[in-house]
């Protein structure tokens, strides 16, 4: 939109570069509600009218009364098609370009309040004079704080990429503008006026002030978050995978879920936030309004349910009763345990020469070395090959996989053979290691002993101390190997928990150390390795499963014999799905997300036998 004045006339038009701002806000709407409020659009092939949201249109009079009228506008709600799931489809991956180019970003938080109004212009105040000036001022507007940051937009997902991408930003609450800089001041100043605060108390203090200053400080959490953001992209490492920005924000650690419309926002309103790599360019925006192999889910009225077009591929068989999990004496990397790792890349290979002997089975023929990369693909979702793919030719890439495999699995294997050592050297079994007893540690018969010392007292006593002696050398000698082993065991763990170990610089005796284990120093701290681990350690917890037919793959750790696997219309990632315990049939229960060799690219939906139907989940 060009820039605009105070009225309901707008005029657009295409242009190759032209420097512009970009609106954000929260649109404050229901799934169900329809724009309502008439706007002329012209455009060089004509005029039309557009509906758009009330919300919007009020925020459209406030920035044109607070004078935003120097350059061009992106809204998004007028420059993109909202009844066209096509055009929603493609312009969503380019937001995260259209905030970054702009030249300001601008927060619409709603309309004005008294308390509103105060905070923006306390927050000028403390901006303009010296902060520290003022840290004596027992009145800090807590009541005005929380109106403005408890405002919808703070807990919004959408709006996490529109204002971290843009250097610039100001926020706007119907007349009044501060500079997100002076936000960020005030929430400091905050932070230092209350520990002023507290050590200058004198009396009773009521349990409303108590309260508001506790929700002062949750609601700060929200702005907090979108600082390090803005922060971590234009100052520190950049954008991040899209995996670990859809985990970050959409896991509830804390409570306080941010809230979006449709749960594929969850998804696409991150997408500016993650680089562009090759899982990026493969997510494809369908919205539940429609699309290209999408599906509209809706709700039953009848039973209240869920219903989703999808497949039953098959119902599992088998679960394994191996899991990922955590190493616990390793605080600085969070890695897996390696013990845990072998036994369930064991168990994993299992499964997959089991589920090839079945002629109804997705890898019924398959030679060794691809079962191999079957059982590679199990362990960590897939997820490592598609990163050396992107720079290693596929045959490369299997070879690396089975060597980065095979280390793990020996790494495990060492570990296994070192903590046998540990328990060989404690104390009682070093004692009970002993092949023969020694005649020293054998009790004599009591007529002996009584006859040796009644007929040779001297030379009996001299052997109950010899024997004596030579027990606590034994002891003195096991206990000093248990000791040096224990100490050993144990600054090494003291070691791993808070400094972590890496193989960088590695010494000669170290190096032949590894190579004695069959180790290679080379190998495991290569990138191939580093990404192997980190896939393996998003995957604690699940576990193996084989279904009826010979499908294998990964479920979550609560999943059981009977449950069934299911394919979405237009989605590709599998679902572990359960009956509904004394429902009627074909009514579903949703266990969690899963990984199945063989239909993670939607073959399940091409098959010829494979029929499309309605899926109730409650």
């Not at 009044?176 to 932070?191: G, I, S």
């Not at 019924?364 to 598609?386: M, N, P, W, Y």
Request: hydrophobic fraction near 40%.
């Amino acid at each position: 939109m060009e820039p605009y004045q105070y009225s309901p006339h707008y005029n657009c038009r295409h242009v190759s570069a032209l420097p512009y701002d970009a609106l954000s806000y929260h649109w404050g709407v229901g799934g169900d509600e329809k724009p309502d409020r008439p706007i002329n659009v012209s455009t060089p092939t004509g005029s039309r009218r557009l509906f758009i949201y009330e919300p919007l249109e009020t925020a459209i009079l406030e920035l044109a009364a607070a004078g935003f009228t120097q350059r061009a506008i992106f809204i998004d709600q007028i420059c993109i098609d909202q009844r066209s799931p096509a055009d929603k489809a493609c312009q969503v991956p380019l937001m995260g370009e259209i905030y970054t180019r702009s030249t300001r970003v601008v927060v619409r938080l709603g309309p004005s309040t008294p308390a509103s109004d105060d905070y923006f212009r306390f927050v000028r105040q403390i901006n303009a004079a010296s902060p520290l000036g003022r840290i004596a001022n027992p009145e800090f507007p807590l009541a005005s704080a929380i109106d403005v940051q408890s405002r919808s937009w703070f807990s919004r997902l959408w709006v996490i990429q529109e204002f971290c991408l843009v250097r610039d930003a100001v926020l706007l609450c119907g007349g009044e503008v501060v500079c997100v800089t002076c936000l960020r001041a005030a929430m400091l100043f905050f932070v230092v006026h209350n520990v002023w605060w507290l050590r200058n108390i004198k009396g009773d203090v009521p349990v409303s002030t108590i309260k508001q200053r506790e929700r002062v400080f949750q609601l700060n959490a929200a702005v907090i978050r979108l600082f390090q953001e803005r922060r971590a992209i234009h100052t520190g490492d950049g954008k991040r995978d899209l995996y670990d920005v859809v985990l970050k924000y959409n896991i509830d650690k804390e409570g306080n879920k941010i809230g979006a419309t449709m749960p594929e926002d969850r998804i696409f309103g991150l997408m500016g936030l993650a680089r562009d790599d090759a899982y990026w360019r493969q997510v494809r925006p369908v919205f539940s309004a429609g699309g290209p192999g999408g599906s509209t889910p809706r709700v039953d009225p009848t039973s209240g349910c869920l219903v989703v077009e999808g497949v039953i591929v098959d119902h599992i068989s088998r679960v394994g009763a191996r899991q990922l999990q955590l190493d616990p004496s390793d605080k600085t990397s969070e890695g897996v345990d390696y013990i845990m790792t072998k036994a369930f890349l064991d168990e994993t290979q299992e499964f997959v020469e089991t589920a090839a002997q079945l002629a109804t089975s997705s890898i019924h023929g398959l030679h060794a070395d691809q079962l191999a990369q079957v059982a590679i693909r199990l362990s960590d979702f897939g997820l490592t090959e598609k990163v050396l793919l992107e720079d290693m030719a596929p045959d490369a890439v299997a070879t690396t996989l089975v060597r980065v495999r095979e280390q793990v699995h020996q790494t495990g294997q060492m570990l296994i053979k070192a903590n046998n050592a540990i328990q060989t050297y404690t104390l009682g079994n070093l004692l009970q290691s002993l092949s023969q007893a020694p005649w020293y540690w054998a009790p004599p018969n009591e007529f002996e002993m009584v006859r040796s010392c009644a007929a040779t007292p001297r030379q009996a006593v001299s052997t109950l101390l010899r024997g004596a002696r030579l027990a606590a050398m034994d002891v003195l000698v096991a206990l000093g190997a248990s000791t040096a082993m224990f100490v050993v065991t144990r600054w090494i763990a003291f070691r791993k928990r808070f400094r972590g170990f890496n193989f960088e610089g590695v010494t000669s005796s170290q190096r032949a150390g590894l190579q004695r284990f069959g180790l290679d120093e080379t190998l495991l701290r290569s990138t191939a390795m580093r990404d192997y681990r980190d896939h393996l350690a998003r995957n604690i917890g699940n576990r193996v499963y084989m279904t009826k037919q010979g499908f294998v793959g990964l479920c979550p750790s609560q999943a059981v014999v009977g449950d069934a696997v299911a394919v979405v219309l237009g989605g590709t990632v599998p679902h572990i799905l359960r009956a509904k315990a004394g429902a009627a049939a074909g009514r579903w229960e949703y266990v969690g997300e899963a990984y199945c060799e063989g239909v993670m690219q939607g073959e399940a939906v091409r098959q010829p036998d494979q029929r499309v139907g309605e899926i109730l989940l409650e």
